[in-house]
């Protein structure tokens, strides 16, 4: 099984390399990544793309420490994917 950061890579490199797969990404995140992936992302987890330019930089920060364990997961991407194994 693929690790989140293999799975985020495969899909970063599939979007520097196809054009139509980078603008369904921008379109509509969670179909295209539950595609490419074969995973059911939950209706709960919000899945946003960010494209860098030369006058924006993103930043992520992990999630607050005040969540609760089950919210950490939700946050961590505890969705599964239709096997019904975790993936993030």
Do not use: N, Y
């Not at 595609?35 to 793309?49: C, D, M, N």
């Not at 364990?69 to 239709?82: D, I, K, N, S, Y």
């Amino acid at each position: 099984m693929e690790t989140a950061k293999e799975m985020q890579a495969r899909i970063v490199g599939k979007a520097a390399e196809d054009s139509d797969f980078r603008a369904r990404l921008l379109s509509d995140p969670k179909g295209a990544i539950e595609q490419e992936l074969g995973v059911t992302i939950p209706a709960s987890l919000s899945v946003e793309v960010h494209e860098e330019s030369g006058a924006t930089a993103h930043l992520v920060l992990p999630p607050d420490s005040k969540l609760s364990e089950g919210e950490m997961q939700t946050v961590a991407g505890g969705f599964l994917p239709r096997r019904e194994k975790p993936i993030w």
